[in-house]
């Protein structure tokens, strides 16, 4: 007789690692992307695919603050900035130059690095021993004592909403 945990524990991970592939083709369809509206659309794969593997670790509050607050907003906020100004393209700029191959070649080398690290680390024996941060102890830190930061925070984002919305008004005049 057959493990029923067995082939979940197959498909569980093949969908982990497929939605990991797809988060990686996003980041790199938005840093390859010459079009910036093409490019904000890559990295909107590349966040909700970031929101499904904090599913996946079973951090859910983690995946939907990642979903309204990077998907939702910030993205949001890039898209409206790309729309409102004008020439998003310019064929001028040249799609690669030599400063692509050095960078593609510095971060295969971090790649390796860090791929190295890992495998060499020692990871503590009770790492896989479960870790829940109550949600009510969240919030009363974001509301109590981080509350000047966060609202801080509000203030600059508002500030550079208007901020692109005035630049953009002046260059169309």
């Given at each position: 007789?057959?493990?029923?945990?067995?082939?979940?524990?197959?498909?569980?991970?093949?969908?982990?690692?497929c939605?990991?592939?797809?988060?990686?083709?996003?980041?790199?369809?938005?840093?390859?992307?010459?079009?910036?509206?093409?490019?904000?659309?890559?990295?909107?794969?590349?966040?909700?695919?970031?929101?499904?593997?904090?599913?996946?670790?079973?951090?859910?509050?983690?995946?939907?603050?990642?979903?309204?607050?990077?998907?939702?907003a910030?993205?949001?906020?890039i898209?409206?900035?790309?729309?409102?100004?004008?020439?998003?393209?310019?064929?001028?700029?040249?799609?690669?130059?030599?400063?692509?191959v050095?960078?593609?070649?510095?971060?295969?080398?971090?790649?390796v690095g860090?791929?190295?690290?890992?495998?060499r680390?020692?990871?503590l024996?009770?790492?896989?021993?479960?870790?829940?941060?109550?949600?009510?102890?969240?919030?009363?830190?974001l509301?109590?004592?981080?509350?000047?930061?966060f609202?801080?925070l509000?203030?600059?984002?508002?500030?550079?909403?208007?901020?692109?919305?005035?630049?953009?008004?002046?260059?169309?005049?």
């Amino acid at each position: 007789m057959s493990d029923p945990v067995g082939p979940l524990e197959w498909a569980a991970k093949a969908a982990f690692y497929c939605v990991a592939a797809l988060t990686l083709l996003g980041g790199w369809f938005a840093v390859s992307q010459r079009n910036l509206f093409r490019a904000a659309l890559g990295l909107a794969l590349a966040l909700f695919g970031v929101a499904v593997l904090y599913l996946f670790l079973q951090a859910e509050f983690l995946a939907v603050a990642q979903l309204l607050v990077y998907v939702g907003a910030i993205l949001m906020l890039i898209i409206f900035g790309v729309m409102l100004t004008a020439g998003i393209a310019d064929p001028a700029v040249p799609r690669w130059n030599r400063q692509a191959v050095g960078a593609a070649l510095a971060c295969g080398a971090l790649a390796v690095g860090l791929v190295a690290a890992v495998l060499r680390a020692p990871w503590l024996a009770g790492a896989g021993k479960e870790f829940t941060l109550p949600l009510e102890a969240l919030g009363r830190g974001l509301l109590g004592r981080y509350l000047l930061p966060f609202e801080l925070l509000s203030l600059l984002l508002l500030g550079a909403l208007i901020g692109a919305l005035h630049i953009a008004r002046k260059e169309k005049e």
